[in-house]
């Protein structure tokens, strides 16, 4: 399938929803980390996922993962 829009693309905003739907999974992964809250900005031209994380410190952590598509090489 030809990608007909870039800004988001739909690819982009299905990674998005994904990575929030898969925070619990995520959660398992990060050593010493609780995930304590997902946001989601799929309006953006590359949407956006940020994890606001508790280290076993009780430090806050927070990381923003930005979804970007390649263009298609057809």
Do not use: C, W
């Not at 829009?5 to 898969?22: G, K, Q, R």
């Amino acid at each position: 399938m030809k990608t007909s829009s870039y800004n988001p693309s739909p690819l982009e905003v299905d990674m998005a929803n994904a990575l929030f739907i898969l925070q619990k999974e995520i959660q398992k992964h990060l050593q010493d980390n609780e995930v304590i809250h997902v946001e989601t900005n799929i309006q953006r031209d590359n949407p956006t996922v940020k994890f606001s994380l508790l280290d076993k410190d009780g430090d806050p952590h927070e990381m923003v993962l930005r979804i970007v598509q390649i263009p298609d090489k057809f």
